[in-house]
C-alpha cells in the first residue's frame, strides 16, 4: 500500500497513491461506509484496519491523475530527520576515503530541519549565500512508525510505518566567513553547513508501507539529471542497512512516530566530477515499489 497527501498544506489531503493516479481516501472511505483517521497523518493512515479495508477495493472507487505539483511531503513536521554520510562503499571511495568494513566502523549520522523540506515538484533553490556547487544524493528514506528506544537489529524494522525516497541535497564549497581565522574543525562544520539550506531535502512522491516491502535491502534505485543517468545502485549495497541504522540511533535517541532516517547515497554524486545543478536542471529520483521524485532546480531570489 501506497499513500500520498496532495493539495496544498492550508487543506491537505490524504490519498492512494499508484504512479499515475490517486484515489482520495476520505471519498472512498464515505462511498465504503467506513472510518478513517482524521486528518493527515500518513503513519496512523497506514496502521488503520478501515484504511486496509479500502486499499483492497481501490477498483471500486473513483481516481484522480496525478499533478505534480498538488503532491505534498508524505510527512509535513517530522520532529526529527536523521540522514547517514558514506553508507554506501562506492561512494565513500569516489570522495576520496577508504571504505570501511561494517565490523570497524559505525554509521556517521547527523540532521537536517524541517525547512529543508521540499514537496515532490518544487524547486529546490540554489542559495544566494553560494549558488555554485549544489549536489544531488538519492537516498532510501525510513518513517518510523512506532515509539522505539535501545531496539535490537532483529526488533528494528517492526518499528517501521514506511518508506519513501529522498533526495540529499548538498552545498559542497560552502565556506561561511572567507576571512575567518582557521580552526581544527571547521572542515567538518563547513560540511554540516551546506546540508542545511532551506529546500535541501526533497521527499516524496508517497510513503509505501512497511507491509509492502518486507526486505528494505533490495530495492533498486536511479537518479537522473536532464534524463542523464548519474546514480544507479541498489539498497543491497549499504554497508549498514535499515534495521542496523535504526538500533543504532536507538540506543542514544527515542524515536517517535513520524520521525525520519535516510540512510545514504550510492556513487555517482556530481562532485565527483566537478558536475554541479543548475537553474532549469530537472532531477528525477527512483526507488523500486515507491516511486518517482522530480524536482527542479532554480536560483533564490
Not at 524541517?114 to 538519492?138: F, M, S, Y
Not at 515507491?290 to 531570489?301: F, N, S
Amino acid at each position: 500500500m501506497r499513500l500520498c497527501r496532495f493539495g496544498t498544506e492550508a487543506k491537505p489531503r490524504v490519498g492512494f497513491y499508484d504512479d499515475s493516479r490517486i484515489v482520495p481516501l476520505r471519498e472512498a472511505a464515505k462511498a465504503a461506509g467506513l472510518a478513517t483517521p482524521d486528518g493527515d497523518n500518513l503513519v496512523e493512515h497506514l496502521a488503520s484496519d478501515a484504511v486496509k479495508k479500502l486499499h483492497a477495493r481501490l477498483d471500486e472507487f473513483t481516481a484522480l491523475a496525478i499533478e505534480p505539483k498538488n503532491l505534498l511531503v508524505p510527512i509535513s513536521k517530522p520532529s526529527k530527520i536523521f540522514l547517514l554520510a558514506g553508507n554506501y562503499a562506492d561512494h565513500v571511495r569516489e570522495s576520496g576515503e577508504t571504505a570501511r568494513e561494517r565490523a570497524e566502523t559505525f554509521p556517521s549520522v547527523f540532521m537536517k530541519p524541517p525547512t529543508t523540506l521540499a514537496h515532490p515538484g518544487q524547486a529546490i533553490l540554489r542559495p544566494r549565500a553560494a549558488p555554485d556547487a549544489v549536489d544531488w544524493e538519492l537516498e532510501l528514506a525510513v518513517v518510523i512508525g512506532r515509539t522505539a528506544k535501545h531496539v535490537t537489529e532483529a526488533d528494528a524494522l517492526s518499528h517501521v510505518a514506511g518508506y519513501t525516497v529522498l533526495n540529499d541535497i548538498s552545498q559542497r564549497r560552502f565556506r561561511p566567513n572567507p576571512g575567518r581565522k582557521k580552526r581544527d574543525r571547521d572542515a567538518f562544520f563547513d560540511w554540516l553547513h551546506g546540508k542545511w539550506f532551506d529546500t535541501f531535502c526533497p521527499m516524496g512522491p508517497c510513503l509505501a508501507s512497511a507491509e509492502s516491502i518486507p526486505d528494505p535491502q533490495t530495492l533498486r534505485m536511479t537518479l537522473t539529471v536532464n534524463d542523464a543517468v548519474k546514480q544507479n545502485a541498489s539498497t543491497a549495497q549499504q554497508i549498514f542497512p535499515v534495521a542496523a541504522v535504526i538500533a543504532f540511533i536507538s540506543q542514544m535517541v527515542t524515536l517517535e512516530p513520524g520521525d525520519i532516517i535516510s540512510t545514504g547515497t550510492p556513487a555517482g554524486v556530481g562532485s565527483t566530477t566537478g558536475t554541479f545543478l543548475e537553474p532549469g536542471d530537472m532531477m528525477t529520483a527512483w526507488i523500486e515499489r515507491i516511486g518517482t521524485l522530480t524536482t527542479p532546480v532554480e536560483d533564490e531570489r
